[in-house]
């Protein structure tokens, strides 16, 4: 049975429209380009795309550049991108077309800055590329982990050894991590890469 709260993802399309936001990290480059594709050559002349190349994105520059963007944006980090991102939905009109590609980290925060500033999750188109890495929140501290890739993982806030959970939560942008050992502590299970 699928956890309901699981994010599902299609495959970016091209809307009709005058304001498009395109938002992407390393990989979700390509389904930018994958997507320009299906576009009139004027789509991206009134587009912004914000891209956080990440160590491996950096081959996608040049590509993103020769779409020519209304504004392109070139951030160092999710986190950097962020504020500029809540700048932008502040002074967003009606109409505007958010696309967001890569990985569940970058789009789980980029939906959530959008929910904040009221626009609908289900006119969000995502798509997700590159690293399945987990952004997990431990229910315990409430201190976010990011790029999870093993199961079990410690708490980089308050190092308890968690379970990461498929239980996806909108509000955190963030998966559920919940203490494996809580009875004993002594109790360590291997530790296994589950989400490259």
Known sequence: MAMLSRPVYGILSPQTGKNHLLIAD???????????????????????VMFVPGPDGGKYVEALKALVPGR???????????PRLRQ????????????VAGTESLIGQ???????????HASIQTEHRGSWARRVQCVHCKGITENVTTQPVKCSHCGLLLLVRDH???RYAAFQGVC?????????????????
């Open 168 to 170: 996806y939560s909108r």
């Open 72 to 82: 392109l944006y070139e951030g160092p980090s999710i986190a950097a991108a962020m």
């Open 110 to 120: 980029v939906v959530q800055a959008a929910s904040e500033a009221g626009i609908e």
């Open 26 to 48: 390393a990989e979700g480059a390509a389904a930018i380009l994958d997507l320009a594709k299906k576009t009139s050559p004027d789509f991206f002349a009134a587009a912004e």
């Open 180 to 196: 494996i050992n809580a009875e004993d502590p002594s109790e360590i299970p291997p530790t296994e890469e589950m989400f490259r």
């Open 88 to 99: 932008i939905f502040g002074a967003a009109h009606m109409g505007l077309r958010l696309y």
